[in-house]
């Protein structure tokens, strides 16, 4: 074989090389656009970090007090596609076994701006939640790594706002979910109490149920930005579907308790 046609060939292969990671790539951004279609709603879903703590003494930020010293406040759990079981959308099984068995420093870290990972991490229960967070929903949310962390870190700042005060006045007595509903009726608009869930667990040296979850029914997660940046509170749980209320009320701990 001659030179010239020594080059050509190397060349038709890069070509056709290059074709085919072309078309890989495309065809899984594809299958990321299909998973995220079949999402209809959304729900971003918090703690309450000292029922967190009650309930999960041995996750490392309740051994560490890390999470007792933020006190009491809400921490992130995840924004969820809905429905729930449409996760871990085109993440090698590896990963998701990993993920599944609790491997969480087996996960691959994630790649955001630094400045929006240190916002953020302190307020997971651990840093590598946000990498689980990121494969088992995120994956399926139809946006960037980028911009799922910015949509979570954008919810967090408006809903702790508003929830943080009703808990905060009610640790360490009973709460019941119709007062959050009225606060988020009085605040967001008439349909936002009914776009609520709380969840209630019970929690070793507690008498009764304690609220351990909050979770808000949102958009879809590539709804919830407009011209690139989110949207008001207010105009997406006006879109959102309802959701049902779960636990009645129940009992606020307290970061003293």
């Not at 993920?99 to 955001?112: C, M, R, S, V, Y």
Request: aromatic share 6%; charged share 25%; proline share 5%.
């Amino acid at each position: 074989m001659g030179l010239s046609a020594g080059l050509l060939t190397v060349a038709a292969a890069c070509v056709i090389f290059s074709v085919f990671v072309i078309d890989t790539q495309s065809s899984a951004t594809m299958r990321r656009a299909e998973e995220a279609a079949l999402s209809k709603s959304s729900v971003f879903t918090l703690n309450w970090a000292p029922a967190f703590c009650k309930t999960d003494p041995k996750n490392e930020g309740c051994s560490s007090g890390r999470v007792e010293k933020l006190g009491d406040q809400m921490i992130i759990h995840g924004l969820w596609p809905q429905p729930y079981e449409n996760d871990y959308c085109e993440v090698p099984e590896k990963e998701k076994l990993a993920a599944e068995h609790g491997h969480l420093d087996q996960l691959p870290p994630i790649k955001i701006a630094k400045p929006t990972l240190d916002r953020l991490s302190p307020y997971y229960s651990r840093q590598e939640d946000m990498a689980y967070e990121w494969l088992k929903h995120g994956t399926c949310s139809g946006v960037s790594q980028e911009e799922y962390f910015r949509d979570i870190e954008d919810l967090f700042a408006q809903v702790s706002k508003i929830l943080d005060p009703v808990f905060q006045s009610a640790a360490g007595g009973e709460l019941q979910a119709d007062a959050i509903r009225r606060r988020l009726d009085a605040t967001l608009g008439s349909r936002a109490g009914s776009r609520l869930k709380l969840t209630c667990v019970k929690a070793q040296g507690v008498s009764g149920d304690v609220i351990l979850e909050a979770e808000l029914s949102l958009p879809r997660v590539e709804d919830l930005r407009r011209d690139g940046a989110l949207k008001s509170l207010k105009d997406l749980l006006r879109h959102a579907p309802r959701i049902d209320g779960g636990c009645p009320g129940g009992l606020v701990v307290a970061s003293k308790d």
